[in-house]
């Protein structure tokens, strides 16, 4: 069962232009739904989280909007630049429960 | 701080071969958790430890798949015998739970894994 649906699963963007992912969640109990960013080679690095109680969190050219009804939510990439380029998962977690990540969007940024 | 660390980078083996692969945690971090990426399924969580205690392990695909974590500083995740279809990146990632705040995850590098 797959409780956090992301898409799409791969995005181009020109740079300068505005990227957006979206993730959907089953669970009302999530409290916790972060953003992690992966470059190639690497691991996930945690990029910018939001809880329920605000419906938009805004970090440099990142934002995530949180739709509570909807149990949707998205990252907005502000001005992509070619540096953005990798691949961004969403999740969501409830307490100190496991944190449930959605399948990830591979973006690339077109200089 | 290193940051959570994993060995080997990459391992190549045959089919039919045991697999370790090793993680050491953050210092001070109290859980601890294996995920499995591969572009069909994404992030899979494997099994994550609280505490040394195994707490939910309902990812591990099959009996093949064991984990263990001895002590606070060291976990392991075997795969005996391998299989061409477990070739994948295994992360290691880890926590501090239990108080206030959420729990952001620090990810190790990842073992590449390929059975041949």
Redesign the interface.
């Given at each position: 069962q797959q409780q956090v649906k992301q898409s799409p699963q791969s995005l181009i963007v020109q740079k300068g232009g505005i990227s957006i992912i979206n993730c959907a969640y089953e669970n009302t109990a999530f409290d916790?739904f972060?953003w992690?960013q992966q470059f190639p080679?690497?691991?996930?690095?945690?990029l910018i989280?939001i809880?329920p109680d605000v419906s938009e969190k805004k970090e440099g050219r990142f934002t995530i909007s949180f739709n509570k009804s909807a149990k949707q939510f998205s990252l907005h990439i502000m001005d992509s630049q070619p540096g953005d380029s990798a691949t961004y998962?969403c999740a969501a977690?409830k307490g100190?429960d496991?944190?449930?990540?959605?399948?990830?969007t591979r973006l690339h940024i077109l200089p | 701080d290193a940051g959570v660390i994993q060995s080997p980078r990459h391992e190549v083996t045959e089919m039919g071969q045991e697999v370790t692969l090793r993680c050491k945690p953050i210092s001070g971090h109290n859980s601890l958790f294996w995920y499995r990426q591969t572009m069909m399924r994404g992030l899979e969580l494997l099994i994550y430890f609280n505490n040394n205690v195994p707490i939910d392990d309902s990812g591990m695909p099959e009996d093949r798949f064991s984990a263990k974590m001895p002590n606070a500083s060291f976990s392991t995740l075997k795969i005996q015998p391998s299989e061409p279809r477990d070739s994948a990146v295994y992360f290691c990632a880890s926590t501090k739970t239990g108080g206030a705040g959420a729990n952001v995850l620090t990810f190790g590098a990842g073992s590449r894994l390929t059975v041949l």
């Amino acid at each position: 069962q797959q409780q956090v649906k992301q898409s799409p699963q791969s995005l181009i963007v020109q740079k300068g232009g505005i990227s957006i992912i979206n993730c959907a969640y089953e669970n009302t109990a999530f409290d916790y739904f972060p953003w992690y960013q992966q470059f190639p080679g690497k691991g996930p690095a945690l990029l910018i989280a939001i809880r329920p109680d605000v419906s938009e969190k805004k970090e440099g050219r990142f934002t995530i909007s949180f739709n509570k009804s909807a149990k949707q939510f998205s990252l907005h990439i502000m001005d992509s630049q070619p540096g953005d380029s990798a691949t961004y998962f969403c999740a969501a977690s409830k307490g100190d429960d496991k944190i449930i990540f959605g399948k990830g969007t591979r973006l690339h940024i077109l200089p | 701080d290193a940051g959570v660390i994993q060995s080997p980078r990459h391992e190549v083996t045959e089919m039919g071969q045991e697999v370790t692969l090793r993680c050491k945690p953050i210092s001070g971090h109290n859980s601890l958790f294996w995920y499995r990426q591969t572009m069909m399924r994404g992030l899979e969580l494997l099994i994550y430890f609280n505490n040394n205690v195994p707490i939910d392990d309902s990812g591990m695909p099959e009996d093949r798949f064991s984990a263990k974590m001895p002590n606070a500083s060291f976990s392991t995740l075997k795969i005996q015998p391998s299989e061409p279809r477990d070739s994948a990146v295994y992360f290691c990632a880890s926590t501090k739970t239990g108080g206030a705040g959420a729990n952001v995850l620090t990810f190790g590098a990842g073992s590449r894994l390929t059975v041949l």
